[in-house]
Each structure stands twice: as structure tokens, then as C-alpha cells.
């Protein structure tokens, strides 16, 4: 089965780039990965997805590498409101149920 | 973009009563939606797809006739939590898909609900 794999903690500074990648060595061609974040004690946010092309939005970038099997979410310039459990997410194969993963806890640092 | 409300957002009951649990999606339809189930410092676990006018299908371990799951309407799930025990306190969230065309085959959230059993 499509899973995704997350380093479960990283800190980075306010105002500096933030990178948080996630390994989907499993996941099928035509599956999209999806980027949600939670804020402590509320529902998921979307954020971003992607199928093979780089996207950017106004809340972060997303950089699929050429073979699928890992991806990058950039938040460009990050705030302390940005502190948040990221998930990156792909499909269970074949349906329209979400695998979470475990996630990657940001600290955003003042 | 589509929003899900979810009710309520914070529930304490006592050990042995029922909780529901309402899933509303605002000014869009949805005829499927799901339940999550979160324990603190956890993710996100998936405990059922709920499907307007037929049954709700459950992932394996989680008890059917424990978390009843009614998806009358177009635009309303329930989740009730049955004989409801300390252990069955968590944070319970649902979804449905998302109505924004940018997100293809994308879901919103609802905001949760903090179920506590005493």
C-alpha cells in the first residue's frame, strides 16, 4: 500500500525558508500527493498538491522529484503561526481514502 | 472554497451515555464523507466512509455497532458514540470532498470535535 514517510520533528527560525520533505516510494502513477497541515486541537488545512510538476501557491511551493518517490514543501518565508503538524498524504490506491501518515511537527523559532 | 462544520466542538459525557457527533457540509452536497479519529500526539486514523442513503463502511478494527454512523441527507453525517467509555475519549474529525476545482480529488476538514468521557 501507497505510504508516506516523515521526519517526525525539525525547528526552523522565523523569517527563513522552511523544507519538509516526505519519502512516497510506493506511490502509483497517476495518485496526486497532497501537503495538509493541523493546528494543534483543529481539523487538517489544505495546503498544496501536486502530481509531476512543481506547484506554488500563496501559502507554499511543492518540488516532486522526476520519479515520484519523494517530494519537498517549502514555505518560503516562515511565521510562528506556521507551527503546525504537517502531513503530506497520498491516496489509498484505487479509492478516495486519505493514508496519513505521521506527520512532521514544525517549530517555527522567534 | 466548500466548508465542512462539525458539532460539537468540545463534549464531555458521562461513562455509558451516547454522544453524536454532526458533520454538516455548508452550501455544497456530499454524498460521501468520512471519520477520523485522533489520539493526542498522534495522526489521524480512519474509522469510516459514510455513504448518503446506504451503509457506512468501516476499516477494520473499528466496532460497527459502536460508532454509529447515519448519512441521511445530501449535506448531513452523524457519528454517535455508543456506551461511550474513557477510552473512547479523542479528537473525532470529518471530511468531505472538496468542492474547489484546485484541489483535484481533494478533502476539507472539519474543525473536530474533543470528545471526553468521565
Known amino acids: 500500500d501507497a505510504k508516506t514517510t516523515q521526519p517526525p520533528s525539525m525547528d526552523c527560525a522565523e523569517g527563513r525558508a522552511a523544507n519538509l520533505p516526505c519519502n512516497h516510494s510506493t506511490i502509483s502513477g497517476n495518485e496526486y500527493v497532497y501537503w495538509y497541515r493541523q493546528i494543534h486541537s483543529q481539523g487538517p488545512q489544505y495546503i498544496i498538491h501536486?502530481?509531476?510538476n512543481n506547484e506554488t501557491n500563496e501559502m507554499a511551493s511543492l518540488i516532486i522529484t522526476e520519479d515520484r518517490k519523494s517530494s519537498t514543501l517549502i514555505l518560503p518565508h516562515a511565521t510562528l503561526r506556521d507551527t503546525a503538524v504537517y502531513y503530506c498524504i497520498v491516496r489509498f490506491p484505487g479509492t478516495y481514502k486519505y493514508i496519513f501518515g505521521t506527520g512532521t511537527r514544525l517549530k517555527v523559532l522567534a | 472554497g466548500a466548508v465542512v462544520s462539525q458539532h460539537p466542538s468540545r463534549v464531555i459525557c458521562k461513562s455509558g451515555t451516547s454522544v453524536k457527533i454532526e458533520c454538516r457540509s455548508l452550501?455544497?452536497?456530499?454524498?460521501?464523507m468520512f471519520w477520523y479519529r485522533q489520539f493526542p500526539k498522534q495522526s489521524l486514523m480512519l474509522m469510516a466512509t459514510s455513504n448518503e442513503g446506504s451503509k457506512a463502511t468501516y476499516e477494520q478494527g473499528v466496532e460497527k455497532d459502536k460508532f454509529l454512523i447515519n448519512h441521511a441527507s445530501l449535506t448531513l453525517s452523524t457519528l454517535t458514540v455508543t456506551s461511550a467509555h474513557p477510552e473512547d475519549s479523542s479528537f473525532y474529525i470529518c471530511?468531505?470532498?472538496?468542492?474547489?476545482?484546485?484541489?483535484?480529488?481533494?478533502?476539507?476538514f472539519g474543525s473536530g470535535t474533543r470528545l471526553t468521557v468521565v
Open positions: 471530511s468531505a470532498p472538496s468542492l474547489d476545482r484546485q484541489i483535484t480529488y481533494g478533502y476539507t
Open positions: 452550501d455544497f452536497q456530499a454524498t460521501t
Open positions: 501536486g502530481l509531476k
